[in-house]
C-alpha cells in the first residue's frame, strides 16, 4: 500500500507563504494526476489544484495567481507554493494521486495551514 505523507504546514500570517510538499512512501507507476485538495471545518473538500503527468496545471478560481502547483516525477513528489497567504485560505490541505483510469486513488493524511488575520 502506497502511503503519501504531506509536509510544510503551519501557523502563517496573512500575506505569508507556504510551501507543502508530498512525498510518496514507493515508486508510483502510471500516474495520471497529482494534486492538492483542501477542507475547512463544515465545508465540503475541494480541490485546490492539479496537474497532470504532461504537466498540465488546474487551479481553483480562488488560489489562481496565488498558488503553483509544481511535480517531480522522478521522485514522486508533488509540491504546492502558497504565496498571499488569506484567512480563508485556512483548511486540512490534502494530497492526492490518481492513476489512470481510475486504477488507483491515493491520499494523504493532510496538514493543516492556518492564515491568522
Known amino acids: 500500500q502506497v502511503q503519501l505523507v504531506e509536509s510544510g504546514g503551519g501557523l502563517v500570517q496573512a500575506g505569508g507563504s507556504l510551501r507543502l510538499s508530498c512525498v510518496a512512501s514507493?515508486?508510483?507507476?502510471?500516474?495520471?494526476?497529482m494534486g492538492w485538495y483542501r477542507q475547512a471545518p463544515g465545508e465540503q473538500r475541494e480541490l485546490v489544484a492539479d496537474?497532470?503527468?504532461?504537466?498540465?496545471?488546474n487551479y481553483a478560481d480562488s488560489v489562481k495567481g496565488r498558488f503553483i502547483i509544481s511535480r517531480d516525477n522522478t521522485k514522486n513528489t508533488v509540491y504546492l507554493q502558497m504565496n498571499s497567504l488569506k484567512p480563508e485560505d485556512t483548511a486540512v490541505y490534502y494530497c492526492?494521486?490518481?492513476?489512470?483510469?481510475?486504477?488507483?486513488?491515493?491520499w494523504g493524511q493532510g496538514t493543516q495551514v492556518t492564515v491568522s488575520s
Open positions: 492526492s494521486v490518481r492513476g489512470y483510469r481510475s486504477a488507483y486513488d491515493y
Open positions: 496537474i497532470t503527468s504532461g504537466g498540465s496545471t
Open positions: 514507493r515508486r508510483i507507476f502510471n500516474i495520471n494526476t
